[in-house]
């Protein structure tokens, strides 16, 4: 069986309180894009793991779709699986693509054994792997709260704007994003303030780990600069970076950006 992961991108991201367990209370908007890994499973004598395309650090049982699959074992007579990743989405680039191959194999698991696991379930599963690993189990536009594994649906359709995005040569781990943070509460929520057009979003909507990560990657400030010289209506790092999208009303050209960084079209 096979299924095809897809990345996302955090429209917006306020950090507001510092947790006793050591997380923070966020709010941000996910938004699921046209950037995918492939995840293939079959049953097996013994679980393996390979992966291919691009290098995926750590070791197998680090894997979180390994992960995932220990996790359902404890409580699921499943048989040994082999897994193979065909690894695309881009890596420490606030994509989610680890937590969405891991959300991914959950659903494929579900299915392929009749474990029988509602959506819920299987979200609650999802969020002892990873924050906005829960997330990718519905897949569609949310509002996050709490510690970004809490949903309320919205309404939010981009699909008549063209989304760029550039991963610029720098991995920042969410970890290391959170370091120097001073959360602080918000007074216009992004549950409201993403029902405003579009091109208005430059004035309200903001990520709080820019500061912070511009400060010790200048050129991910470049690339954002670059996506508002090409036309971007908004543009913004996503999650904790490295990456940065841009949308646009058409197809940019982005070519002066494609020396030093990937860019991907039409996501
Ligand atoms: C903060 C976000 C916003 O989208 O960053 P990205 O990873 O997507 O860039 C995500 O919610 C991340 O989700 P995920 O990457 O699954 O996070 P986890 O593995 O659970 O956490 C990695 C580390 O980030 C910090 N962390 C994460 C989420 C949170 N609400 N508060 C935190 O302080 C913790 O130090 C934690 O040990
Ligand atoms: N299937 C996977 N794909 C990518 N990274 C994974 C995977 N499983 C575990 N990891 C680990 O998770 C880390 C963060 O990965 P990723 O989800 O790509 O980043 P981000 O949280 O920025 O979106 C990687 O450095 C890697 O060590």
């Known amino acids: 069986m096979i299924l095809f992961p897809n990345a996302k991108i955090n429209i917006g991201l306020n950090i507001t309180e510092r947790r006793a367990d050591g997380y923070h209370n966020l709010e941000t908007i996910f938004y699921p894009i046209k950037i995918n890994d492939v995840l293939e499973v079959i049953e097996a004598d013994s679980l393996s793991f390979t992966s291919s395309g691009l290098d995926i650090p750590g070791r197998m049982e680090d ?8 996790l359902l074992k404890k409580d699921f007579n499943i048989p040994p699986v082999s897994i193979h990743l065909h690894k695309h989405i881009p890596i420490g680039a606030g994509l989610g693509g680890g937590s969405s191959d891991a959300a991914f194999f959950i659903k494929l698991m579900n299915g392929k054994f009749n474990l029988g696991l509602n959506i819920e379930q299987q979200q609650d599963y999802a969020r002892t792997l990873g924050a906005d690993c829960a997330f990718f189990i519905e897949n569609k536009p949310v509002f996050a709260f709490d510690r970004g594994d809490e949903f309320e649906p919205i309404k939010l359709d981009l699909s008549a704007y063209h989304i760029a995005l550039v991963m610029p040569p720098v991995h920042v781990s969410t970890s290391e994003a959170f370091r120097g943070i001073q959360p602080a509460p918000v007074k216009d929520s992004l549950y409201d303030l993403i029902y405003e057009p579009v091109r208005e979003w430059k004035k309200y909507i903001k990520n709080d780990f820019e500061a912070n990560i511009f400060k010790n990657h200048i050129e991910i400030r470049w690339v954002k600069a670059a996506l508002y010289e090409a036309g971007a209506l908004y543009a913004a790092m996503s999650g904790s970076g ?18 030093d960084n990937q860019v991907f079209y039409g996501v």
């Open 63 to 70: 894997n979180l779709c390994v992960k995932g699959y220990h």
């Open 242 to 259: 490295a990456s940065v999208f841009g949308i646009f009303e058409t197809k940019p050209d982005l070519s002066a950006l494609e020396t």
